[in-house]
């Protein structure tokens, strides 16, 4: 008896979420209908699979009779999850004292590097922004979502800027780096809660400088701005773009200033300012003021040292009781006559070289004439010789005209003066333009000036 005719039979499993899609074919028996890719994309549709098929298995599944097998015939397009974003930055949030290297290895142990300059646009952090992904979907035609990449955790510190495509953070300002709260930020004053010392180091910053304790010998604090020092100063070296303030004393400190100086007293002091200098006493010092020197109280002294200052003065006493060696310099014209002298002083200096040289290539002229021909050393000095006094001539001509402009100066007098409502001591000496009072006994209450033909005049204050 002939069995039964039966086609084959096709079932479709799924796996969970839809990822991928099985064919388990039973075959045919007794001639019934064979395995054809319009039985398998028939089964497949009335199961709702749709995407991601497998042609070239389906194929095989045909040309081979594949039959009692379990076979993937369908898969789904996975998702790719987007990249979180990260931060890279530029400096260490922690800053630790340690002296600075430099390019040739040298080590400086009083820069300890805690003052971290950046400048507006310096690259502070660098920012990879997240990305999307890309969606997939599963063999049902059905979309299966990514994750998102998430945005990288950051804070935008005071005085500093993000760019507007998010992947850079900048300093907005000139100024001294610090990470606190979380974020980077540019300060554009420095503030040393105590002394200036070797747990400091020497400051170098570009904004203003706030010293709440005193600076200690032997270490420096520049500024291209202002210096504001609470306590003492004592052997250091303070350099400011602007106003350097000093709230008690300096000794033995060499100050630069492009603006003011202001301390409560000076003492054995070399100050560089182009602007007023203010305190209550200086005790031989070297400055050179640009503005007015400035004593204050009802006690300002200034005690030996020298001062060259373009303004007239006012002081309580100047000078000691010791005759203590005060030497005071007023105006422009005083200046320019130091330097006349120094110039005419150069000029003599360089005609006795002249002169030496003229005797040399003299007596070298005479014994070439003599010989016919120098010896080649004897023949280089004598060029070297002629070379060099053209050079001195070219110095004298200079100098010549330097003196002419400094002459055409000094007739146009400064009708500048000292004013001392206390003693003027021996051993002082005020140059003002070109004229010179040296006091050779004790003045009281007097006004050092000039009178009406340009002469040093004493009068009472």
Same mark, same amino acid.
């Not at 003492?267 to 070297?286: A, H, P």
């Not at 006493?317 to 105006?331: A, V």
């Given at each position: 008896m002939a069995g039964i005719r039966k086609d084959c039979n096709v079932t479709v499993t799924v796996s969970p979420k839809y990822t991928e899609a099985f064919v388990y074919i039973e075959p045919p028996e007794n001639g019934g209908q064979g395995i054809t890719k319009e039985i398998i994309t028939s089964a497949l549709t009335a199961n709702n699979i749709k995407f991601g098929l497998r042609e070239e298995v389906i194929d095989s599944i045909i040309k081979d009779e594949r039959y009692n097998q379990r076979m993937c015939v369908a898969a789904a397009e996975y998702p790719v999850d987007g990249e979180n974003g990260e931060i890279s930055y530029k400096f260490d949030k922690n800053v630790e004292a340690a002296p600075v290297e430099d390019e040739q290895g040298f080590v400086d142990y009083k820069d300890l590097g805690l003052i971290r300059t950046v400048y507006a646009g310096d690259l502070i952090a660098e920012i990879k922004l997240p990305t999307e992904g890309k969606s997939g979907m599963n063999v049902r035609g059905e979309v299966m979502r990514q994750i998102v990449g998430k945005k990288a955790s950051y804070t935008i510190g005071s005085n500093t800027k993000l760019s507007e495509d998010g992947t850079r953070i900048t300093a907005a300002v000139d100024g001294h780096l610090v990470f606190k709260n979380g974020a980077f930020t540019v300060e554009t004053v420095v503030?040393?809660?105590?002394?200036?010392?070797?747990?400091?180091?020497?400051?170098?910053?570009?904004?203003?400088?706030?010293?709440k304790g005193n600076i200690c010998e032997g270490f420096k604090v520049s500024s291209n701005s202002n210096?504001?020092? &609470?306590?003492?100063?004592?052997?250091? %070296?303070?350099?400011?773009?602007?106003?350097?303030?000093?709230?008690?004393?300096?000794?033995?400190?060499?100050?630069t200033s492009h603006s003011?100086?202001?301390?409560?007293?000076?003492?054995?002091?070399?100050?560089?300012?182009?602007?007023?200098?203010?305190?209550?006493?200086?005790?031989?010092?070297?400055i050179y003021c640009g503005g007015t020197l400035i004593t204050k109280g009802s006690n300002g002294s200034i005690i030996g040292g020298r001062y060259t200052i373009l303004n007239s003065i006012e002081a309580a &006493?100047?000078?000691?009781?010791?005759?203590?060696?005060?030497?005071?310099?007023?105006?422009?014209n005083a200046i320019l006559a130091n330097e006349k002298a120094g110039l005419e002083a150069k000029i003599a200096s360089i005609q006795k070289s002249m002169n030496d040289l003229t005797l040399i290539i003299n007596f070298?002229?005479?014994?070439? #004439?003599?010989?016919?021909?120098?010896?080649?050393? #004897?023949?280089?000095?004598?060029? &070297?010789?002629?070379?060099?006094? %053209?050079?001195? &001539? %070219?110095? /004298?001509?200079?100098?010549?005209?330097?003196?002419?402009? /400094?002459?055409?100066?000094?007739?146009?007098k400064q009708m500048l003066s000292v004013g001392c409502k206390g003693y003027i001591y021996p051993g002082t000496k005020i140059t003002i333009n070109d004229v010179i009072f040296k006091?050779?006994?004790?003045?009281?209450?007097?006004?050092?000036?000039?009178?009406?033909?340009?002469?040093?005049?004493?009068?009472?204050?």
């Open positions: 503030t040393i809660g105590g002394d200036v010392d070797a747990s400091v180091g020497n400051i170098d910053f570009i904004g203003d400088i706030i010293v210096i504001t020092v &609470n306590g003492d100063v004592n052997g250091a %070296v303070l350099e400011s773009g602007g106003d350097i303030v000093i709230k008690k004393g300096c000794i033995n400190t060499k100050i003011s100086v202001s301390a409560q007293f000076c003492e054995r002091c070399t100050i560089k300012c182009d602007g007023d200098i203010s305190s209550q006493n200086y005790v031989i010092c070297d &006493n100047i000078g000691s009781k010791n005759y203590t060696p005060t030497e005071i310099t007023l105006g422009d070298l002229n005479e014994k070439k #004439k003599e010989l016919h021909r120098l010896p080649e050393d #004897k023949e280089k000095i004598l060029g &070297n010789s002629v070379r060099q006094k %053209v050079l001195y &001539n %070219v110095d /004298i001509k200079n100098a010549e005209k330097r003196i002419e402009e /400094i002459n055409i100066s000094l007739e146009a006091a050779e006994t004790e003045y009281v209450r007097s006004r050092v000036g000039l009178d009406r033909d340009g002469q040093i005049a004493v009068t009472s204050y």
